[in-house]
Structures are given as C-alpha cells and as structure tokens.
C-alpha cells in the first residue's frame, strides 16, 4: 500500500505535467507545494510568483522570507509544515487567478488536503480564505473582517481548526499589516501548544 509521501510525489509529477488550463504555456515551473507529510499547520497561498515559477518551490521570494521569519518567532520551522497555493502555476504578470484556474487546480488541492488530514489550516489571503469557505458552508467577507478568527469545521470528511490571516505579500505593501499579521501568527502558536498538551486540538477554544 503507498505511503502518503509515495501519493504526494505522485501527485506532485501529475501537476508537473499539468495542461488543465492556459497557465501551462507561461509557467517556468509549476508549484506543487513542500513540507511535512504531517505538518503541524498546511499554510495555503494564492499562486506562485516569479521566484517561486523560477524554482518550482512555494514562498522562496520576499513573501516567503517574511513566512519563514513569522515562522521562527513562534517556534516552527518551514520543514514543521506544509506550504501550497491555491492554483499551482503563476498567473502572468502575478495578475489575480481567473476561476477557471482555480477551478482546474482544485482537485490537486483537495488531494494534498485529503491525504494529510491537517488538524489545523491557515489560509494566507483573500484567495485562500475563500476557497476554504466554500468547504465551510460560509461566504468569506472580508479578511479586515475575518482574519485572526479560529473556524472549527469539518472540509472533505476530516476536522480541522481553520485561520484566516493577511498574506505576508499584503504586510510588504502595507508595513502597518504586519502587526496584525504576528498577532495572527501568535494565535497559531496557540493552536500547536495546546495540541501538544492534548495531542488534539478539540479542546481549543
């Protein structure tokens, strides 16, 4: 029987070779994701920019740095979690994913989800915050509204704790974010010590 690692690398070849979409002819690299196979938290994104299409990795560019530093400050390393994007190749000109995008990278996104089964997700941005909302049953407002709130829901038959907060390229643009941002950060930081006082987060909240 594969392993969950043997399902992703699977999974990460069939995005590799991906012409589901346009986005096939301008990409460099597609972006699977990388990370833990059973991460404390699956960080999910919006789309890969020009550093992340140039390696095929995700958050290697300015965003990506601040991440790994909001990491650090709670005690979590890149190699803790897991990191993806909405859509898995970059739009042109880093433009906003168009639905049929995100539409035709869904499947490979609920597949990583399904596979590991994360008790806790962080959506980093708008994008994110409303592809999970779908799952929620919830239309996702606004991320001034939303972010730094902790959603306890059921997404594709498992249960997990759910965050919303700013992506870290939103704090770049507007310095004044970013202490909402760590405020955020600070409440995942919650999150993974009561689950390993507990080894569940159930309890929390």
Same mark, same amino acid.
């Given at each position: 029987?594969?392993?969950?690692?043997?399902?992703?690398?699977?999974?990460?070849?069939?995005?590799?070779?991906?012409?589901?979409?346009?986005?096939?002819?301008?990409?460099?690299?597609?972006?699977?994701?990388?990370?833990?196979?059973?991460?404390?938290?699956?960080?999910?994104?919006?789309?890969?920019?020009?550093?992340?299409?140039?390696?095929?990795?995700?958050?290697?560019?300015?965003?990506?740095?601040?991440?790994?530093?909001?990491?650090?400050?709670?005690?979590?390393?890149?190699?803790?979690?897991?990191?993806?994007?909405?859509?898995?190749? /970059?739009?042109?000109?880093?433009?906003?994913?168009?639905?049929?995008?995100?539409?035709?990278? #869904?499947?490979? =996104? $609920?597949?990583? *989800?399904?596979?590991?089964?994360?008790?806790?997700?962080?959506?980093?941005?708008?994008?994110?915050?409303?592809?999970?909302?779908?799952?929620?049953?919830?239309?996702?407002?606004?991320?001034?509204?939303?972010?730094?709130?902790?959603?306890?829901?059921?997404?594709?038959?498992?249960?997990?704790?759910?965050?919303?907060?700013?992506?870290?390229?939103?704090?770049?643009?507007?310095?004044?974010?970013?202490?909402?941002? /760590?405020?955020?950060?600070?409440?995942?930081?919650?999150?993974?010590?009561?689950?390993?006082? #507990?080894?569940? =987060? $159930?309890?929390? *909240?």
């Amino acid at each position: 029987m594969d392993t969950i690692t043997d399902e992703l690398k699977k999974l990460e070849e069939e995005i590799k070779r991906c012409r589901k979409c346009p986005l096939y002819k301008t990409r460099t690299n597609a972006v699977p994701g990388e990370g833990s196979t059973n991460p404390k938290i699956f960080f999910i994104g919006e789309a890969p920019g020009a550093q992340e299409d140039a390696t095929g990795r995700p958050f290697v560019g300015a965003a990506g740095k601040l991440l790994t530093t909001l990491l650090n400050e709670i005690g979590l390393s890149r190699d803790e979690v897991y990191i993806t994007n909405v859509i898995k190749c /970059r739009p042109p000109g880093n433009r906003d994913p168009a639905k049929e995008e995100v539409e035709a990278c #869904r499947p490979y =996104l $609920e597949k990583q *989800l399904s596979l590991m089964k994360p008790k806790a997700i962080v959506a980093l941005g708008r994008h994110a915050a409303s592809w999970l909302s779908g799952y929620m049953n919830r239309r996702f407002r606004s991320m001034t509204r939303e972010h730094g709130i902790i959603f306890e829901s059921e997404i594709l038959g498992f249960k997990a704790r759910i965050l919303f907060t700013y992506h870290p390229a939103a704090a770049l643009y507007n310095p004044n974010l970013l202490d909402s941002l /760590r405020k955020d950060f600070e409440k995942i930081k919650e999150m993974i010590s009561k689950d390993r006082r #507990r080894g569940t =987060l $159930e309890d929390y *909240l």
